[in-house]
């Protein structure tokens, strides 16, 4: 049978297309927040951060965007890879305590 | 590129031993952190450490658990009597100070209790 807790929501886009992953938070007194990407037996990866007093922030290929009137932060990543195959992590932090992880998007890229 | 190392990769244990899972934090950072997830499941947060004392600790954290940062560049996270559902990977993070900056993680632990 299947073991709870491997079901993550999964993402699959085809090679060259734009991804677009989404993260509802819950804090909001957060501040800053991050996108971590993990690739399978490895450590979060930083990718791209975002404070609250802005709405969005570019990077080489990805584009994080922040709305906090409902707190909702989304990654997108242009001209996906396979590389990009990973799960994606949104974090946020409340004035430089913990990072609060949220539960993770597979990203899955068809050749 | 500076980077948190952890030492085990591996580590097996049986059901009642203590465990200790080292880190190496990146060299000028103060803030230091371990968090642990399960197989599948999202990271979660234990504990959090600067000044040389325990800053935050989640409800995971209980007297089963302790950290410490014994000579200045090491910080363990020991694991008493450990349980089968120990059984996760331990990731260490660091970064150099408070606010807006981020965490770096070390490439974690795979802790197994058998």
């Known amino acids: 049978g299947e073991s709870v807790g491997l079901h993550l929501p999964t993402l699959s886009v085809q090679e060259g297309d734009n991804s677009i992953i989404n993260c509802a938070y819950s804090?909001?007194?957060?501040?800053?927040f991050i996108w971590y990407k993990q690739e399978s037996g490895k450590g979060p990866q930083f990718i791209i951060d975002?404070?609250?007093?802005?709405d969005k922030r570019q990077g080489q290929r990805v584009t994080v965007l922040l709305n906090k009137t409902v707190k909702h932060l989304s990654l997108q990543i242009a001209a996906t890879q396979p590389g990009d195959s990973a799960v994606y992590f949104c974090?946020?932090?409340?004035?430089?305590?913990?990072?609060?992880f949220g539960p993770g998007t597979r990203l899955s890229v068809l050749p | 590129e500076p980077e948190v190392t952890q030492t085990p990769s591996h580590q097996v244990t049986q059901m009642g031993q203590e465990v200790i899972l080292r880190c190496v934090p990146i060299?000028?950072?103060?803030?230091f952190y371990w968090y642990r997830q399960i197989l599948g499941q999202k990271v979660e947060f234990l504990v959090s450490f600067y000044n040389n004392e325990i800053s935050e600790k989640s409800e995971i954290f209980d007297d089963q658990f302790s950290v410490e940062r014994p000579d200045g560049s090491n910080f363990t996270l020991k694991i008493r009597s450990t349980k089968l559902e120990d059984s996760a990977m331990y990731f260490c993070a660091s970064r150099d100070r408070g606010l807006n900056t981020e965490a770096f993680f070390g490439q974690g632990t795979r802790l197994t209790v058998v």
């Open positions: 974090a946020e932090n409340n004035y430089g305590q913990n990072f609060v």
């Open positions: 975002i404070r609250s007093n802005m």
């Open positions: 060299s000028n950072h103060l803030y």
């Open positions: 804090n909001s007194a957060s501040d800053y």
